[in-house]
T-cell receptor, first 109, second 116 residues
Framework: KNEVEQSPQNLTAQEGEFITINCSYS?????LHWLQQHPGGGIVSLFM???GKKKHGRLIATINIQEKHSSLHITASHPRDSAVYIC???????????FGPGTSLSVIP | EAQVTQNPRYLITVTGKKLTVTCSQN?????MSWYRQDPGLGLRQIYY???????DKGDVPEGYKVSRKEKRNFPLILESPSPNQTSLYFC???????????????FGPGTRLTVL
């Protein structure tokens, strides 16, 4: 069983829809990251969470430490949101970073 | 501008020819890391460094070396590259080696390596 799992693996949405991507992990962590990767390869950090909730524009990220679960929400989705979204955690025991498999999002006009 | 730079961005080489991929950050970050990304396998950590002269193996360290002689630089060395090291490599840095809300990761642009 992977230490970091994401769901769904693939997601197609109509423009304007509310989108949720989930991440669950099985290890103790010091931080959780949400990353975005567009076709062409560059990786952008969207959020770093160690507790609670963060909001940036149309993006909201939450984390529940007790349940070992995080969600990334996109409100009013737009075709430019089409990308792969990756959850990554930093293990508290050794500071290693473990990545989820990614969620491929396609937003259709 | 705060950034992580990597060089080269693209490299085609042959089996056994030693190479170095450089990584540099200008944010005075303690934590630096190298990752590789492969289709179907996702991102995996190769090596990381908590501070100068401190390096640790990630999940896939075989065939790689790193050094951290200065805080800003973290080169990745392939002493004898092999075709299975063909991959997309990313360097990243973050602000603290501990907990807290300030250790966001900043990624370099990536280095696409092909080993023939």
């Amino acid at each position: 069983k992977n230490e970091v799992e994401q769901s769904p693996q693939n997601l197609t949405a109509q423009e304007g829809e509310f989108i949720t991507i989930n991440c669950s992990y099985s290890v103790g962590i010091s931080a959780l990251h949400w990353l975005q990767q567009h076709p062409g390869g560059g990786i952008v950090s969207l959020f770093m969470l160690s507790s609670g909730k963060k909001k940036h524009g149309r993006l909201i990220a939450t984390i529940n430490i007790q349940e070992k679960h995080s969600s990334l929400h996109i409100t009013a989705s737009h075709p430019r949101d089409s990308a792969v979204y990756i959850c990554a955690v930093r293990r508290v025991e050794d500071d290693k970073v473990i990545f989820g498999p990614g969620t491929s999002l396609s937003v259709i006009p | 501008e705060a950034q992580v730079t990597q060089n080269p961005r693209y490299l085609i080489t042959v089996t056994g020819k030693k190479l170095t991929v450089t990584c540099s950050q200008n944010m005075n970050h303690e934590y630096m890391s190298w990752y590789r990304q492969d289709p179907g396998l996702g991102l995996r950590q190769i090596y990381y460094s908590m501070n100068v002269e401190v390096t640790d193996k990630g999940d896939v360290p075989e065939g790689y070396k790193v050094s951290r002689k200065e805080k800003r630089n973290f080169p990745l060395i392939l002493e004898s590259p092999s075709p299975n090291q063909t991959s997309l490599y990313f360097c990243a840095s973050s602000g603290t080696s501990g907990r807290g809300n300030n250790n966001e990761q900043f990624f370099g642009p990536g280095t696409r390596l092909t080993v023939l």
